[in-house]
């Protein structure tokens, strides 16, 4: 199994190199020569572990011992066997719970596996890694979960100020691990990625600093989250393939959800939730990609963001594979912030996506119905759910990415309820935290890193 990148100008590596190494030097994200289908003899009753070692062993071409892994990282779950859990809402309607990992959100469930995959390669290659990660919210939380206390890994957290909510902030600042740093800067998010992206654009400080990135364009997030649609989709498949209905930012999540479907799942439409901020949603129904100037603040803010960077991957699938003309679209986007998607992959997307958009009126309605129906949804579910009603089918699922509990103010203000720390993290507000202030300076970042990082050489 070889990896290319989506705009053909970098050479084709394996799959450890494409989940170190992030985005590709041209530009492009890395995505595989071909998606091996899967057996789905058993998906529906193994117990998760062995499917995400099926999914990552097919990926890999067994570049990891993916059985022992995949052990490793879902053995301490909520749920041991089945990890993300189904609860049905109505008839043929269900909601895939991905939040109860130790950070509370979706992104658990990916970066629980790339805590030890990160760790056995870097024993393995004798290297300690300097991660970055910019986060809005929930990437950093899981992050700092996943890579806490690991021997060879120093992970810094670039958030921004008061524009977290109190939860997300201490899930990224009082792990009490000497190695994780967090470091808030009095800007927002855009800044943030800003400062990331400056600092792998310094060569010789990412080289000199072992710099790694896990945000979502990650290929093993994809491949971690490729799991629970296969899971879910086969549980669930008797009476026909099985609609998904997913929140959205950054398309990782949609993305995976389409290489489960390549890979064999039985899986009818994926509908794209959105909010305000709908890029994706208006490039399917209208077929023309264009960024807004500037992303809208909403009550589901893990969804505030302009570009969805795997969007990337999903064009050179609809384009049947033509890197080159990938690279020409986004070239034109990188200059006039739009694209039109050619019509033949229009129709591909007409044939397995929808989509939706719900602003913040519309998502705390969304909030007091289903409560009413008697299931309390963060505000990035309720979107989700807002669209089970309109997919046809027998059987629908929205994806819950959030914990209620992580979005205590919107949950309050909307359904006058303040919904509970679950136990494993119910001391979150006890312990101490520690976040360093820099300002939004480049070079102050690099200093800091410098000076704290053990992968320095
Ligand atoms: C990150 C996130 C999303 C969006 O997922 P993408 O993979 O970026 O599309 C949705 N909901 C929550 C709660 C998240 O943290």
Redesign the pocket.
């Known amino acids: 199994m070889r990896y290319a990148s989506t705009r053909g100008g970098a050479p084709s590596i394996d799959f450890l190199d494409a989940v170190l190494a992030g985005l590709a030097p041209d530009g492009g994200l890395y995505v595989p020569d071909a998606y091996p289908v899967l057996d789905r003899e058993g998906l529906a009753v193994e117990p998760y572990a062995n499917v995400a070692a099926s999914a990552l062993g097919a990926l890999s071409k067994n570049a990891v011992d993916s059985r022992s892994l995949a052990e490793e990282a879902y053995r301490r779950a909520a749920w041991p066997a089945s990890v993300t859990p189904l609860t049905q809402v109505g008839p043929g309607q269900f909601v895939l719970e991905l939040f109860h990992g130790p950070s509370l959100?979706?992104?658990d469930v990916a970066m629980q596996l790339i805590g030890p995959l990160y760790e056995r390669v870097l024993a393995e290659r004798n290297e300690r890694l300097t991660v970055v990660c910019a986060t809005s919210?929930?990437?950093g939380g899981a992050a700092v979960e996943a890579l806490k206390n690991r021997e060879r890994v120093d992970l810094f957290v670039l958030l921004p100020k008061g524009r977290v909510s109190d939860v997300q902030r201490r899930f990224m600042t009082a792990s009490g691990a000497a190695n994780v740093h967090a470091i808030e800067f009095d800007d927002d998010f855009d800044a943030c990625q800003a400062i990331l992206k400056s600092l792998f654009a310094d060569r010789d400080f990412t080289a000199r600093a072992h710099l790694s990135a896990v945000n979502?364009v990650n290929w093993a997030r994809i491949v971690a989250q490729s799991v629970y649609f296969h899971v879910a989709a086969n549980i669930l498949a008797a009476s026909g393939p099985v609609n998904f209905s997913i929140?959205?930012?950054?398309?990782?999540?949609?993305f995976s959800a389409y290489v489960a479907k390549r890979m064999g799942a039985p899986i009818a439409k994926l509908l794209i939730a959105t909010n305000a901020n709908d890029i994706v949603a208006r490039a399917i129904t209208t077929g023309r990609y264009e960024r807004a100037p500037k992303s809208h603040a909403t009550l589901s803010p893990?969804?505030d963001i302009q570009v969805a960077s795997n969007f990337e991957r999903l064009m050179y699938e609809a384009l049947g594979g033509d890197a080159e003309h990938v690279r020409r679209l986004y070239e034109q986007f990188a200059q006039s912030g739009a694209f039109d998607v050619p019509k033949p992959a229009q129709d591909f997307l007409h044939t397995h996506f929808e989509a939706l958009s719900l602003d913040d009126a519309g998502t705390q309605a969304e909030m007091r119905a289903w409560r009413e129906a008697g299931y309390l949804a963060?505000p990035?579910s309720a979107i989700a759910m807002s669209g089970l009603a309109r997919l046809k089918g027998e059987m629908s699922v929205a994806l819950a990415?959030?914990h209620p509990a992580k979005f205590p103010e919107t949950v309050q203000q909307t359904l006058g309820v303040r919904p509970e720390l679950p136990a494993h993290c119910a001391d979150l507000f006890t312990r101490k935290e520690k976040i360093a202030s820099l300002p939004a300076d480049v070079e102050a970042v690099k200093t800091f890193i410098r000076e704290r990082t053990r992968a320095w050489n």
Not at 247 to 254: I, L, Q, R, S, V
């Open positions: 959100a979706f992104k919210g929930d990437t979502s929140p959205t930012g950054n398309f990782g999540d949609a893990a969804m963060c990035h990415t959030a």
